[in-house]
């Protein structure tokens, strides 16, 4: 074994093991040598509609939607599933059919989840920076309720509300002051970010905000940060703010209460190898299960027999993708092995951006010893990355690989830096495929732009 490589764990038959254990975390598993997505082997679906290829398991993402719906049933309640966190049509509709509902941030989204064939009146609308227009559409199609972030933007609605003989629904995000999540560019719960009001200014912005005549003060969100594994955080915040919620849905006959999104999930090598021994170890008793999460929030919720909304985006969509690409070239240098690979920075920006863990599994298992590799893209950027010094299988030209766990903020995130077409898109339910997002050819990456007159 090089210098460098770590022994880990070999990956076993996935498919029985996946189904017996308690927590099945996807449908992205090997039978026999090949890695399958629920009926199909992934190596056929990128032999067929190429590379960088982004594949989504339908079940996977009814799965995680139903158990989180399901661990929630003793109360009224909506899953507003977040659009930012994975916006393909297919994906929304495949919620939608599910009855979930929708956090959107932006007119964009709003449309978005209408192409898709879901109800405006199922949506709530967050984000610090609402423009006039955004305001507009959203009250013209009447969604569930803004969440509003700052009293200018409360006078904002209202005003627009006016105008178009309208009245709005709000709730205000309280921010709790609770530190979670799993990196600083995701952290949202603290006093030192741009997001929510603060929890003592609260009490005062429903006051002014109930003069208001074209508001109509209908619940109240929070929302602590993005990847939070513990369920701790999510009680130490609802159960903070919950004598606030109490008192404002005496004083203002609130209806709803969101708690927000921010579920994390396991990005964890050992998960997806599909060790059965994993699921025996201390770090696999601490995952964030929806049946944990409930038990420990349902006993402070109960009581407030208010319809409570939950805004998860990871949870759902996170496990229920993988971004397959093909090795180029093999480059070796003094101290390094670079695979390098067709998919890029631009195509999933996490590991760049957050230092982010994706697990990187061939599409074809193989056995034998590991080598201390560098994954990275062809982008012209040292932090164009995917795993840094990571033992990986021994690999060739013309391999493929599987990015697990980038259903959320993958495609999404994704940009044409570099002048590189926007990847293509399938949908898998059992063993049927459907491309959701053809290909970007290329022209279109410089569509809409144009010579100045005096260049021609
Ligand atoms: N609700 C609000 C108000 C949010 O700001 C967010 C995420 C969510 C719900 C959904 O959070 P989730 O359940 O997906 O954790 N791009 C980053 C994550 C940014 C999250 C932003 N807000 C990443 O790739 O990790």
């Not at 005003?159 to 990196?183: E, F």
Request: hydrophobic content about 40%.
């Amino acid at each position: 074994m090089p210098v460098g490589a770590r022994a880990v764990p070999q990956p076993q038959a996935a498919v029985p093991f996946l189904w017996a254990n308690p927590d099945p975390m996807h449908d992205f598993c090997y039978r026999g040598d090949k890695l399958y997505c629920e009926g199909l082997p992934v190596e056929r679906l990128a032999k067929e509609f190429g590379t960088p290829l982004y594949v989504y398991s339908e079940h996977t993402l009814t799965e995680h939607f139903r158990r989180l719906d399901s661990s929630m049933a003793s109360i009224e309640h909506t899953i507003c599933f977040a659009v930012k966190s994975n916006s393909n049509l297919a994906v929304l509709k495949t919620l939608a059919a599910l009855g979930g509902g929708f956090d959107i941030v932006s007119a964009g989204e709003l449309q978005r989840v209408m192409a898709a064939g879901g109800e405006p009146g199922r949506c709530v609308f967050a984000g610090v920076g609402k423009s006039e227009s955004e305001i507009e559409l959203a009250l013209r199609r009447g969604i569930y309720s803004f969440t509003a972030e700052s009293e200018p933007e409360l006078r904002r609605i209202d005003r627009i509300a006016g105008r178009l003989k309208k009245v709005a629904p709000v709730a205000v995000r309280v921010n709790p002051n609770v530190a979670a999540g799993g990196h600083r560019k995701i952290t949202t719960g603290t006093y030192e970010n741009k997001f929510g009001l603060a929890q003592e200014e609260i009490e005062g912005v429903y006051e002014r905000a109930a003069k208001l005549r074209h508001l109509r003060l209908r619940g109240i969100q929070m929302h602590i940060g993005s990847q939070i594994t513990e369920v701790a955080p999510f009680a130490k915040a609802v159960g903070k703010v919950l004598p606030l919620v109490k008192r404002l849905q005496q004083r203002h006959g609130l209806e709803f209460f969101s708690i927000g999104g921010g579920l994390g999930i396991v990005y964890d090598p050992a998960l997806a190898s599909g060790s059965p021994e994993w699921w025996k170890t201390a770090q696999a008793r601490e995952i964030l299960t929806p049946a944990k999460y409930a038990a420990r929030l349902l006993p402070l919720l109960e009581p407030l027999r208010m319809r409570i909304l939950m805004e998860p985006g990871r949870f759902i969509s996170g496990n229920g993708g993988i971004l397959v690409t093909r090795v180029q070239y093999l480059k070796r240098t003094g101290k390094k092995t670079f695979v390098i690979v067709d998919a890029a920075m631009n195509d999933l920006i996490r590991p760049a951006f957050y230092e982010a863990y994706h697990e990187i599994v061939p599409l074809r298992r193989r056995n034998g010893a590991r080598i201390s590799s560098d994954v990275v893209g062809p982008i012209c950027e040292s932090g164009d990355y995917f795993c840094r010094d990571r033992p990986l299988p021994s690999l060739g030209e013309g391999d493929y690989l599987a990015l697990m766990s980038a259903g959320a903020y993958g495609s999404v995130m994704a940009s044409n830096y570099n002048s590189r077409p926007l990847p293509a898109e399938v949908l898998v339910r059992g063993r049927r495929a459907a491309v959701v997002r053809r290909r970007q050819p290329t022209q279109e990456t410089w569509r809409g732009e144009a010579l100045a007159p005096w260049q021609s």
